[in-house]
C-alpha cells in the first residue's frame, strides 16, 4: 500500500500490518483503512478532565470544508471516518484532518493518554484486540485482559443453538434464491447476492445460534450452495417458459411445466449447459469468496480466539 508510506516519511508512524501508529503533535494516534467497508478510521487519543463540553460540537464546523467525515467519541478517544480516496490520495485528507483537529485539541487544552479513561502513566503501549487497535495503559490493558477473560468464559458455557440457526440460515436462503431469481430476470448484477447472503446469514446464525462454530460455517456454505443452484434451475425455468410462450408457433405451456423440463434441458441442451455452468462457476465462486471473507473471518474474530497483543 505505497499511497500510504507518507505516514512513515512524514509523520514517523510506525507500520503494524495493516495499521500505522505513533504520535501526531503529542497525542497517540492510529490510521487504519477498513478494506471490506471501504473507509480509512482515524483515532486519536484526546481527553481532558471535568471536561463539560461537547467536543463533536465544537469541532464540527471545522471540519465542514472535508468531505463525509464522521466524527464520534469512543471513551478518552476521537474517531473520524471517512471514504477511501477514489485515486488512492490519502495524504491530502490525512493532512487536512491533521491541519484542523489537532490545532483544536492544542487550544482547547485536550490532553493525549490511553484510550480508555485518558491518563498518561508512563505505561503506555500499543496493543491489539482481534481487529481493534489501542493505546492502553498498563492499567488500562489489566482492564481489559479481565475483561477478555469473563468473555471467553460466558462464552464457553453459551451453548450453541445449531438447529434455530439453521433455520435462520435456511430462511435467508429461500428470500436469497427470490433475489436471485428477480435480480438475474432483470439482467442486473446477481454476483453481488452471494456477499449479501454471506453477511446477512452469518448475522442470522449469530443471533439465532449464539455462537459461531466450524460445523456452522460448513452448513452455511451447503445451505447457500444449494439455494444458488435452485436459483439457477429457478431463472432458467423462467427463462425458457418466457421464450415458449413468446414464439408464435409453438404451444403455450404453464410455469410449473417448463421449471418441472428445465432440469434435463439444462444437462441435454448444449448452449443452456454452458450458460449454467458459467453462471455456477462465476457466483459460486463469489460465494466462496464472500464466505471466506465475511464468515469465515468473522469466526476467526469469536471471542474465544481473542487474544490481548503487545505490539510496541
Known amino acids: 500500500m505505497g499511497s500510504l508510506d507518507f505516514l512513515s516519511t512524514d509523520y514517523q508512524f510506525k507500520k503494524y500490518k495493516n495499521v500505522y501508529a505513533g504520535m501526531l503533535q503529542g497525542f497517540y494516534t492510529i490510521f487504519r483503512v477498513d478494506a471490506n467497508a471501504k473507509k480509512c478510521i482515524l483515532t486519536i487519543g484526546a481527553s481532558k478532565e471535568a471536561d463539560g463540553e461537547d467536543m463533536l460540537a465544537l469541532l464540527q464546523p471545522r471540519l465542514c470544508e472535508i468531505k463525509k467525515v464522521k466524527t464520534r467519541i469512543g471513551n478518552a478517544a476521537l474517531i473520524l471516518e471517512y471514504p477511501t480516496p477514489a485515486l488512492g490520495n490519502y495524504k491530502k485528507t490525512f493532512d487536512l484532518l491533521n491541519d484542523t483537529v489537532i490545532p483544536f485539541l492544542v487550544e482547547n487544552k485536550y490532553k493525549s493518554g490511553g484510550f480508555i479513561y485518558g491518563k498518561n502513566d508512563g505505561t503506555i503501549r500499543l496493543f491489539q ?108 425455468g423462467w427463462r425458457i417458459y418466457d421464450a415458449v410462450n413468446e414464439a408464435p408457433d409453438i404451444e403455450h405451456i404453464g410455469f410449473f411445466d417448463a421449471l418441472k423440463e428445465t432440469p434435463e434441458l439444462i444437462i441435454t441442451e448444449p448452449e443452456i449447459t454452458k450458460l449454467v455452468k458459467r453462471d455456477l462457476l462465476v457466483n459460486g ?28
Open 129 to 236: 484486540i482481534g481487529s481493534q487497535y489501542l493505546y492502553l495503559t498498563e492499567a488500562e490493558r489489566a482492564e481489559k485482559e479481565a475483561d477478555l477473560t469473563d468473555r471467553k468464559e460466558k462464552d464457553k458455557n453459551t451453548q450453541e443453538n445449531f438447529l434455530l440457526g439453521t433455520l435462520g440460515v435456511i430462511g435467508v436462503a429461500l428470500a436469497g434464491i427470490l433475489l436471485y431469481v428477480i435480480v438475474g430476470k432483470m439482467n442486473l448484477y446477481v454476483w453481488a447476492i452471494p456477499v449479501l447472503l454471506s453477511a446477512i446469514s452469518y448475522t442470522v446464525y449469530k443471533r439465532l445460534g449464539k455462537k459461531l462454530t466450524v460445523k456452522a460455517i460448513v452448513m452455511i456454505l451447503i445451505v447457500l450452495g444449494i439455494a444458488l443452484a435452485a436459483a439457477t434451475v429457478l431463472e432458467y
Open 285 to 312: 465462486g463469489i460465494l466462496i469468496l464472500a464466505s471466506i471473507i465475511t464468515i469465515v473471518s468473522a469466526y476467526r474474530q469469536e471471542v474465544r480466539f481473542l487474544e490481548i497483543k503487545r505490539l510496541d
